[in-house]
């Protein structure tokens, strides 16, 4: 199976301030049909989790400006440029391009 | 609007049997793949199985192939998860969701204890 490793598993950010996670996968998530099936999502408390970004870059529809996906390969990041309150949650990265899908292991992100 | 409500989770033994079932509505049902995903206590998110669309194609994880059935009724707007032979390790919120994850339901959660 597919690895997928993010990084920081924990994340304080100042409200206001930027916050970055890597995620990165064993392999090339790059398909045959020359996507990048690499994913975002947030889960905030008690709720289901909700898709941010899809193949690296491409903002869900609803999903504030502040989010912002990049990279390619194996590497990618998703950016938050100023944190707000109600982003406190857990953020996953998850490829589909490879059967199992796979997730990272998650980053919590907290409001110091 | 897009929703997924997922339904017949509960407290089932060791070896026991449960039937997921999820009522999509807000979209055309019979368009895109469905997935099965969950979420043990405290813990990350497992990606369990995957159907196409017209249920020809079927794709398990590992840990749940032979003793899961995913299958899916265009017709009734629905999805389901056939879990059998079940292990203290598949105690989970279950939550399904639409393709890669565009939309998920609000889950429903599975014991299994004697």
């Known amino acids: 199976d597919v690895v997928v490793t993010q990084s920081p598993l924990s994340l304080p950010v100042t409200l206001g301030q930027p916050a970055s996670i890597s995620c990165r996968s064993s392999?090339?998530?790059?398909?045959?049909?020359?996507?990048?099936?690499l994913y975002w999502f947030q889960q905030r408390p008690g709720q289901s989790p909700r898709r941010l970004i899809h193949?690296?870059?491409n903002r869900a529809s609803g999903v504030p400006d502040r989010f912002s996906g990049s990279g390619s390969g194996t590497d990618f990041t998703l950016k938050i440029s100023r944190v707000e309150a109600e982003d406190v949650g857990v953020y996953y990265c998850m490829q589909g391009t490879h059967w199992p899908k796979t997730f990272g292991q998650g980053t919590k992100l907290e409001i110091k | 609007e897009v929703q997924l409500v997922e339904s017949g989770g509960g407290l089932v033994q060791p070896g026991g049997s449960l039937r997921l079932s999820c009522a999509a509505s807000?979209?055309?049902?019979?368009?895109?793949?469905m997935s099965w995903l969950r979420q043990a206590p405290g813990r990350g998110l497992e990606w369990v199985a995957h159907?196409?669309?017209?249920?020809?194609?079927?794709l398990y994880v590992d840990s749940v192939e032979g003793r899961f059935i995913i299958s899916r009724d265009n017709a009734k707007n629905s999805l389901y998860l056939q879990m059998n032979t079940l292990r203290a390790e598949d105690a989970a919120v279950y939550y399904c969701?639409?393709?890669?994850?565009?939309?998920w339901g609000q889950g429903t959660l599975v014991t299994v204890s004697s």
């Open positions: 193949k690296v870059s």
């Open positions: 969701a639409l393709g890669d994850g565009a939309v």
């Open positions: 392999q090339s998530l790059v398909s045959g049909d020359g996507n990048t099936y």
């Open positions: 807000g979209f055309n049902f019979s368009s895109p793949w």
């Open positions: 159907i196409k669309e017209d249920g020809s194609k079927k």
